[in-house]
């Protein structure tokens, strides 16, 4: 298997005579199944010989996720001169996890997100099923409880005995100790009323204890535009304007963000046949109230939706409409359209209190009212139920409001 990986015959006989060969020969050949190309292979091999002597392996054996990250940190401090850095010290870490999970000899920690008990997954389903939360939302609110409980564990307190002291030291400690932002913990203390409210009704914690928890006070500031300039969000676009397959799906993904205002999570679970060239129209599953639009496929974005399909988008199996750029080709995630807008924003200079998917979002509200779009076609473009929501997006300069206010003053004086 490692001779059609490893071609120096010295490189060779040091990876065949380091323990675990068979082991680590499976998991190249796993590697080689899901696409991944030869540099990659290489790479495995050669950071596994550096895990398996780390770990000072001879047969395997469970290794937690600790144990790992200090072998990691050996290894870096010895191989300094080598000039390893971050990314050695990454590899190791990514091949090392991936090999012994792949053998089931990795021990993870629970995961934040994942229930940690019954209770908890009780909760999951309530918002899942009769609040009808957005999985990003419902996974967001696990772990936020996760890390409750586990702090009420560490202080040696039972659910059912919490009152609002607890809650109020819990905050203070996110504030003190993790330096959570006054924002962040208000949110925070709104999730854990919704859970105390659910609480209260089975019986698990004190009644009265959900109307006691207040987080701290925001103060309030002037309200900031989230969103780039739409000369900004212009010159985005610009910037993809490259054959390459990354500027392909960069141009696609860009101009919907900014002609319909979708979520990320919307852009990514987009599937091939969402798109129907034919007839012009473009389905959107909104992620949030699960709602179902079919909307016109305005012309510069199906010229940029066929010039992907056809030039930028990978063969594959998989059903989505915008994939991965290498092997294996699969979904692309929310985090890469992330990148995606980042990169270049930064690359251009765009200054924005956001750089993410949903700042162009926010723009793309901000255009549509500001040239006169009524406020109900624009929560039904962003795919909101009610228009109370679109509060959220208008936000308007100084120079904006002075404005309104001399026309509206300039309207009484010709009245009088």
Known sequence: MLNAVLLRPAALARHQDAPLLPERESYIRHL???????????????????????????????????DLRLAADLWQRRAQSQAT?????????????????????????????????SRVERFKEYLQCELGFAPRTVENRVWGLNRFLSWLARNAVQLRHVSNAHVER?????????????????????????????????????????????????????AIRRGPNWNDVCRLID??????????????ILLLLCVYGLRSSEISNLRLSDVDFRERILTIRRSKNHLIQRLPLEPRI??????????????????????????????????SLYNITRT??????????????????????????????????????LGHGSTRYIGAYIQHTVTELRSVAEFSL???????
């Open 32 to 66: 080689r199944s899901l696409g991944r190309s030869r540099n990659k292979q290489r790479d495995a091999s050669n950071y596994l010989i550096r895990v398996v002597s780390g770990l000072k392996l001879t047969r395997l054996r469970k290794v937690t996720l600790e």
């Open 85 to 117: 850095g971050r990314r050695g010290m990454a590899g190791f870490l990514r091949y090392g996890k991936g090999w012994l999970r792949f053998h089931g000899s990795l021990i993870e920690p629970n995961k934040w997100n994942v229930p940690n008990d």
């Open 170 to 222: 819990y905050f203070d400690d996110l504030m003190t100790a993790q330096h959570w932002k006054t924002t962040t913990v208000a949110v925070t203390a709104q999730n854990l009323k919704v859970f105390f409210r659910y609480a209260e009704r089975r019986h698990w914690v004190r009644k009265g204890v959900s109307e006691g928890i207040s987080g701290p006070r925001i103060e309030s500031h002037p």
């Open 239 to 252: 910037s993809a304007r490259g054959d390459s397959p990354n500027d392909c799906r960069a141009r696609a």
């Open 302 to 335: 199906r010229m940029a939706l066929e010039e992907y399909v056809q030039k930028g988008r990978p063969a594959s199996d998989c059903k989505r409409l915008f994939l991965t750029l290498r092997r294996p080709y699969g979904q692309i995630f929310q985090s």
């Open 344 to 381: 270049r924003m930064r690359r251009l200079k765009i200054d924005a209190v956001n750089k993410g998917p949903h700042s162009i979002r926010h723009a793309c509200a901000n255009r549509l009212l500001s040239i006169g779009t009524p406020v109900a076609k624009v929560a039904s473009l």
């Open 410 to 416: 300039r309207g009484i004086l010709e009245t009088q």
